[in-house]
């Protein structure tokens, strides 16, 4: 963590950081591309804020929050390339600190050598997972119901990518599913197979297994995506093992459509629209990952929990995109109505 001890200096240093954030947004004009700083290091990043009302019953929450900003840096030289993010959005009683989020360096092995070949290590994200961690990465607002990917690992990573249409991906971490697990002594795993068929087509494999205080926890995950001009196609799978505090079985599925409405109407629109849920056998409510796994009945039977999205989204500029999230959590009774406004540079 990149934080001074000062509580008063580390809120003063994260409002620098958002100051230098917003000349950026007025210097840049409407480019999205990476700040090029150096012939050997650039700068990339975003800046998102959002408004959330969720009502379930008769109890309503309205809430508007700055909820991210963060800064990239890309360090290129030739085979050897680096990347750091720190990341910054509100805390406890909403002070907002800065945090490393990843940091990582990559060695591409000689083409002489070995073709597509490429080695990291140090702090990076999960390869697992259709959606992605960043909002910059997501089609809505929310992540899936339940979403049970790992996030930040650390360790060594291998990426094997001898054609266009074919790429092997295996990890030894200390940690898959707790970035602050540095012990190694019982190292976690990770595997992903991507298949590239078509332009049109990828399609990813991928495994995950970690040893938790008495049992093996893993995650068997799938998801293949078609895009055809302006529509978007997804589906995804997991199967989840000995998961949570109490060993319980389950699966995860998600699926979303996306389509571009610019060239219909003239409007740079976009619809997103997704059905995800997660079912578990029993346990408690809490996955002990800090996702909203449920929680079993009573009687110890499965239980489920599942949503549907309809998310309108509008490019103000290239840079600036503005949605709009439609939530309703099915067994849940819950319904959660949030704008957002994301800037990316």
């Known amino acids: 963590m990149i934080a001074a001890p000062n509580p008063r200096f580390q809120v003063s240093y994260s409002w620098v950081v958002s100051l230098v954030a917003l000349v950026f947004m007025f210097a840049l ?11 050997d290091l650039s700068i990339s990043g975003f800046l998102d804020m959002s408004s959330k009302t969720t009502t379930g019953g008769d109890d309503t929450e309205i809430g508007f929050s700055f909820d991210q900003f963060e800064l990239d840096f890309h360090l290129d030289q030739d085979s050897v390339t680096g990347r750091v993010d720190l990341h910054s959005s509100p805390g406890e009683h909403g002070n907002t600190g800065i945090k490393l989020e990843q940091a990582y360096v990559t060695y591409a092995l000689p083409e002489s050598t070995v073709s597509g070949v490429s080695i990291k290590a140090g702090r990076f994200l999960s390869a697992l ?18 979403s049970p990917y790992p996030v930040y690992q650390n360790g060594i990573g291998v990426d094997i990518n001898p054609t266009k249409q074919l790429g092997i991906y295996v990890a030894l971490l200390s940690g898959v599913w707790d970035v602050n697990d540095t012990d ?6 990770e595997a992903q197979l991507a298949l590239t068929p078509t332009e049109q087509i990828t399609a990813k494999v991928g495994y995950a297994m970690d040893k938790m205080e008495d049992f093996s926890q893993s995650e068997l995950n799938a998801w293949a995506q078609f895009t055809q001009g302006p529509l978007t196609l997804a589906g995804e799978f997991d199967l989840l093992q000995n998961w949570g505090h109490e060993g319980e079985n389950g699966i995860h599925y998600l699926g979303m459509a996306n389509v571009s409405l610019a060239d219909m109407i003239g409007a740079p629109v976009g619809v997103t629209l997704r059905f995800s849920g997660i079912s578990l056998d029993e346990g408690e409510e ?8 449920p929680a079993a009945d009573e009687d110890g039977e499965s239980s489920s929990s599942n949503e549907f999205t309809l998310s309108p989204s509008y490019s103000v500029t290239d840079n600036w995109l503005i949605l709009a999230e439609f939530k309703q959590r099915i067994d849940k009774e819950e319904t959660i109505i949030a704008v957002e406004s994301l800037f990316t540079f």
């Open 29 to 39: 004009g409407s480019t999205s591309a990476e700040i090029k700083l150096t012939d």
């Open 129 to 146: 997972g259709f959606e992605s961690d960043e909002p910059t990465g997501l089609y809505q607002y929310s992540l899936s119901e339940g």
């Open 184 to 189: 190694i002594k019982d190292p976690g795993f």
């Open 286 to 293: 809490d996955d002990g990952h800090g996702h909203a796994a």
